[in-house]
């Protein structure tokens, strides 16, 4: 459906985007992750033909887009401000797409009514977008983007305002609508929750670059570098050398996984990799802190030697701060990241 091919965007010096390789599928959702700069912005934009290209090619359905004007690429576009029309009501905004394509009234409202029931507002034709809460107004633009049928939805930070609780039920029911309809969705997000809930497959961007690709399961599982370790939370990275099923870390030697690539990697150490045991058993630590997240409490360790180590325990089971206790360190819970390059996409 979508192909980026060695895609590049300078400005000044700076690629924003640097020869981005990049297949999205016909029905597949995929979200682009990356912290504030990485270019998802961009990469949004050059698909939409809002930013011109310094190299490379943009292909819809096989396609060079060079030269399509924005309205000509069959695209619907959901921005984080999403800019609803004020003096319409929500019909007016829903079918603002299908007005631009000539479409009889009698078509419009049929759509229009189609929509609103898809998105959880049956019957809110009527009502002033104005008076709508924040969640109800995103649901209104993705009617809206999604009502001319586009062949490709882009969302860029399409839950970005709302509160947490709405943006975990808004992400359900964008993906139970991208089903129903068979959608091809790229969005772009800096929040990893979003993504991760959202995504056939999540595109990890780091300065112009994609760092990662994979399912949500592969990123989460098998973080691809340090950076992308990182950049979703984990703290218990370090570097390290693998000899056999051990690694010599600055927390002393480490069980890695049978199979594990071998010589001078990063290692990381998920908190739940991380086994409290009586002081005296294992490397000795100090609680420095504790925090309760709910399904568990994350604990903060200093160890006598290495940098700070997360831990996560038990509600319940978690030993106070200032509290002195050993670590041993579970090889389920160890994960040797890759020192290749990412490998290109299939
Ligand atoms: N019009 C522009 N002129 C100059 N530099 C730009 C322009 N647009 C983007 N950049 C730069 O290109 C890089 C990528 O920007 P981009 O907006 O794509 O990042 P982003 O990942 O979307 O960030 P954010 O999450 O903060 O929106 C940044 O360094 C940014 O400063």
């Known amino acids: 459906m979508l192909t980026l ?75 984080q401000d999403h800019q609803l029309f004020p003096q319409r009501d929500v019909a007016g905004n829903v079918a603002f797409g299908l007005r631009m394509r000539g479409a009889s009234r009698a078509e419009q409202a049929d759509r229009v009514r189609e929509l609103l029931e898809l998105v959880g507002l049956p019957g809110a034709e009527r009502r002033a977008v104005a008076a709508l809460s924040g969640g109800e107004q995103q649901r209104v633009a993705l009617a809206r983007a999604l009502a001319p049928s586009p ?114 990697a990063h290692v990381l150490i998920r908190p739940a990799g991380v086994r409290l045991v009586p002081e005296r058993e294992g490397l000795g630590c100090l609680v420095v802190a504790r925090t309760f997240r709910g399904s568990h409490v994350g604990v903060r360790l200093r160890p006598g030697v290495g940098p700070v180590l997360e831990a996560e325990c038990e509600v319940g089971a978690a030993p106070g701060v200032g509290a002195g206790v050993g670590v041993v360190f579970a090889p389920e819970g160890v994960v040797v990241l890759d020192p290749r390059p990412t490998p290109p996409l299939p």
């Open 151 to 264: 062949r490709l939805l882009m969302l860029d930070e399409p839950l970005g305002q709302l509160d947490r609780t709405l943006r975990e039920r808004l992400v359900v029911e964008l993906r139970s609508v991208f089903a129903q309809l068979g959608t091809t969705v790229l969005a772009v997000t800096h929040d990893q929750g979003e993504a991760f809930a959202l995504a056939d497959r999540v595109v990890v961007m780091r300065d112009g670059r994609i760092a990662q690709s994979g399912t949500p399961l592969e990123v989460w599982q098998r973080p691809a570098s340090e950076f992308v370790a990182r950049f979703l939370g984990f703290e218990n990275v370090v570097p390290a050398t693998v000899t056999g099923e051990a690694a010599s870390t600055p927390w002393g030697k480490v069980p890695v996984p049978p199979g594990s690539a071998q010589g001078e």
């Open 5 to 79: 091919d060695g895609v590049t965007v300078r400005f000044g010096e700076r690629a924003a985007l640097d020869a981005v390789d990049l297949d999205v599928a016909e029905h597949e959702t995929v979200c682009v992750l990356g912290p504030s700069g990485s270019g998802k912005s961009t990469l949004l934009r050059v698909v939409a033909g809002l930013q011109p290209l310094d190299g490379g090619r943009v292909l819809l359905g096989g396609a060079d887009q060079a030269g399509v004007a924005v309205h000509r690429r069959g695209l619907g576009l959901m921005f």
